[in-house]
């Protein structure tokens, strides 16, 4: 796995040649990406038929540029209509949204798409660099590991809702409670199901995610005349070219921001199953831990922004890496990618890149020639998008409601998928009206049963012994880690108030 | 995030009744949960008793600071904000049962016939019966382009109606 | 069905992609086989009124589609559709191990014969075991068992473990965590009777699906896995197999150094078959529509022996040797008969009642 420049270079150019497979996969993967309920994964399934077809270097192309742009496109609904395309955007809204709601969502647009394809071409080429150390990830973060990674995603229930943090955690540990719903992961006990079968493998995401972010949304903008406030709406009608070019300088000004937001989602995408919503809430907390203004996360603040998105692509690039080192997906979409290349008779494992390095690495190079053909294609297009947030709220809720229904339907396909999504509509409605955090509700519903899962596996491990959370030296580094990045913003507090007085 | 409770009432006192229907909610739930998982291996109850019973002692937190709210006269159970404004509680509701109506509808109708239906129907409740041309031309192109893309692109197995049916049956 | 593909979301397994993919590939060979079926000629809508079976042929499948079943049931309903002289319309019901689809097909088909059930007996039936469902066990009958893929224990390429002596000796000495799909499976079983045996602790730690099995064995997490024997011996470059819960090792040429649990430990279990997939029916329909269920099993009977059907089995890509030759109810009672008993043997370590 050493570094050859040539063998790089050479790749790199011969991508580019490809440029007609990559530029469809990208669209394509933007339009999979902003529906809830489709995505990158079950694409490739349904195309399945089309990619075997292709020679198998263009199949890996087509593959990597559908992946890495429905992981973009999930991003557009979560910032223009508070409706994210996939868990692992669940966190974009928390600032992307307000942004829009202020007339800035063209703006928001370029930001997202810039720290996106930054943060995911940084984490590709870090993973082309560094791979034989970014393999070893995932032999040293197991069970007791990935608890204490959970709780640093889990901790921004208690940060969320500055305003009033006792509903944020009430919000927060009621969404946990809903996440564990279900049987448990050992001995498949069914617990608090209220007796229905769909609800034994935990609570599906995709009802959780569209009833709560989107369908709620739908009744509560009816109120107004679009989802903008007037003065937004204002500043939505004057934006010109200026909002996107004001957006890409804002977002480069933090480029640092990028860099280690989004090798957050690199290392946790390494591990296999951990996956994008984790990266994504992970890189908000730290981001909002280690910021000078955490008062400003949740309100339209670009940091916010630039965290979840940045590190969501960068999970990307991550997830491929235990498939070619260990042969082992590290998410959904690698594990279709696996199917393909074994069709075409590649054998994934260290041998890959020794014997056929264009195969081994040629995902990257797909991977990073897709995010620079992204910059040229996407970009301009957020001028467009964003003008869907004038439409009048008498159109727009009707289709939020209807196909985010659709959407809540599609990974099972089953109706009660339909009901749960509108449970979780009403709970989310409750809970916007009455100032509760949605997204705390659905930090736990999501973050909840992974960490479940890891906690049972941990103690079913250790037979039961609870001390077995602090019996890694590797975990113990990171529960330090999670307490200081808690305190942390509270003593800057203490010590800019200091200062101020000083 | 679109919390506005602040806003929303602005009479002498403020109306708490609304804050404390998803503890409520949340309480009952948390009881029944642990109903459950009475007699379940201890594995599979440590997490669930952890986080359930900070869940309630939270719950009680909440209670006491409204109640001290009440009882100090600077609030009320009112239910407030949530139903406020009251002239958008009938079309709300009115939209509630049309979402209830899609999902139980679409089982006999199919995709096609109930998206469109559902769209029209909000959008003419939504907009007070106007442009009811346009209404139908959108619910018709949207609900058409739906059947396109899920189910002759991507093959969701929606349920079948008489229009997917005919689509089968002509093409 | 599940065809979900919640980026990232835990409990959504894609474990065995090749399964999906070696569909895919056959599908082009059973259009070949479909339009040899057109060319035999479909009986009359008059005929067809009069005789079994007069509509199309209803599965349903309680895992996901693009699973091992679903892999399984298209290689044979695509033959088996040219003797029954109807089509196969297939629903997928997945979740809760199976339940779900259990629950919908005693719940909802009709007994008539033309509604059936197409599963991997072996979880499935220990699903019963550990909790029952809301119906009669017995009164649902597999027939026309397809395939017969025993469960293995693995160890990843790089363990120092070569052989599982070393594995026992070591779990006389301290704990060995092993890696299993779920509790409740055939596999699972083996190594709990192993240790109970040998003396040797296993840990048996349940990693929800065959993908997150292999991904503990593989990165370290667990000293060994449990798990049937296809999915690793196709991935041989990766995992190595050290013991099989069978009385005869069905892939020698896949399988090299593995020894027969029973043969080389003295003990007497039942073949712990864990891929053991057939149809079901309600036991109400051999009962009162007797002829109806004939010409099931007897059509059936006729896809084992023809040749066609070995043709499109070997698109699958399965080894072989994993596929049934013929399938007899007894042999199928039995099977069921004993993972039950063994599962009850167990069974509060299963539901950790213990």
Known sequence: MEFDPALFIDLFARTFTFWWVILPAIFLG?????????????????????????????????????????????????????????????????????????????????????SSVFGGLLATIITLLAMPWLSQVAFYL???????????????????????????????????????????????TPRGTFGFLELYDKVPLIPALVGLFAVSEAFFVIEGESILSKRGKEAMQKAGWAATIEGVKIALSKWWHIIWTSMIGLVIGVVPGAGAAIAAFVAYQQSRAFSKTPELYGTGHVEGLIAPESANNGVTSGTLVPLLVIGIPGGATAAIMLVVLQYHGVTMGPDLFMESPELAYGPFAAMAVTYFIMIFTILPLARYMSRITVVSTI????????????????????????????????????????????????????????????????????????????????????????????????????????KAAA | ???????????????????????????????????????????????????????????????????????????????????????????????????????????????TLTVFTFLSLAMLLLGNGRNKGFVFAIAGILSFGGYLLFIVAFKTRFPAGPFEQLMERLF | MARTALDNWEKIMFDDYFDELDRRRFLAGSAAVAGAGLLTGLPSAEALANKFPSRNIKVYVPTREGGGADRNLRAFSSIWKKYLKVNFEVSFYPGAAGRVGYEKYMGLAKEDGHDLLFGNMGPEVLNWVVKKPTFNVADLVYFAQMDRDPGIIFVGRKSKFTHIDQIVAEGKKRTIQVGVSRLAHPATLGVLALGRHTGAKFNVIPLSGGKNTRAGVATGEMDCGALPSGGIARRGKNFRILAIFDNTNPIPDKIKDAVLVNKHFGMNLPPLIAGARAFGIKKSVIEKQAHHFKILKDTANMVFNDPEYREVLKKTKVPMALFTKSSSPEEIAKYVKDITAIGEQYRDLLTGKS
């Open chain 1, 30 to 114: 933007l339009i999979v990406g902003a529906i809830p309920g489709f995505s990158a994964a079950n694409t490739i399934i349904i195309l399945l038929p089309m990619t075997l077809a292709m020679d198998p270097e263009v199949g890996l192309i087509f593959m990597v540029a559908l992946y890495a742009s429905s992981r973009m496109g999930a991003g557009i609904p979560a910032i223009l209509v508070n409706i994210p395309g996939t868990a692992g955007a669940a966190a974009t809204p928390l600032d992307g949204y307000p942004m829009t709601k202020q007339g800035r969502g063209q703006q928001a647009l370029a930001i997202s798409f810039v």
């Open chain 1, 142 to 188: 197991h069970s007791v590991e990935m608890i204490v990674i959970m709780l640093f995603g889990i901790s921004l229930i208690a940060t969320i809702a500055a305003r009033d943090t006792l509903k944020g955690l009430i919000a927060g540990f009621f969404g946990l409670m809903i996440g564990y719903i279900g049987a448990d992961v050992v001995y498949e």
């Open chain 1, 395 to 498: 159109y727009m809720s009707p289709i939020i409601i209807s196909f985010t229904l659709v959407g809540a339907f599609v990974p099972r396909q089953y109706m009660f998928d339909m009901y749960l999504a509108l449970v979780f509509g009403v709970i989310g409605y409750v809970a916007r009206k009455t100032g509760y955090h949605t997204a705390a509700i659905l930090i736990g519903v999501i973050l909840g049963p992974l960490l479940e899962t890891y906690f049972l596996r941990a103690l079913k491990m250790s037979e039961g012994d609870i001390m077995v959370i602090f019996s890694k030296d590797l975990a113990n580094v990171l529960w330090v880690g999670l307490v200081i990045s808690l305190c942390i913003p509270y003593a800057m507090q203490r010590w800019r108030a200091w």
């Open chain 2, 1 to 111: 995030m679109t919390e506005n409770n602040e806003n929303t009432d602005k009479a002498d006192k403020n109306s708490l009744g609304g804050d404390l229907i998803l503890p409520i909610a949340a309480f009952i739930f948390t009881l029944y949960y642990f109903y459950t998982i009475i007699d379940v291996p201890r594995i599979a109850q440590i997490s669930a008793f952890f986080v359930g019973i900070i869940l309630i002692f939270l719950i009680g937190l909440l209670a006491i600071r409204i109640g001290r709210e009440v009882k100090a006269g600077t609030a009320d159970l009112r239910l407030g904000g949530i139903i406020e404004p009251r002239s958008f509680i009938p079309k709300r509701l009115a939209l509630l049962a049309l979402t209830l109506g899609f999902i139980i509808f679409v089982q006999w109708l199919g995709f």
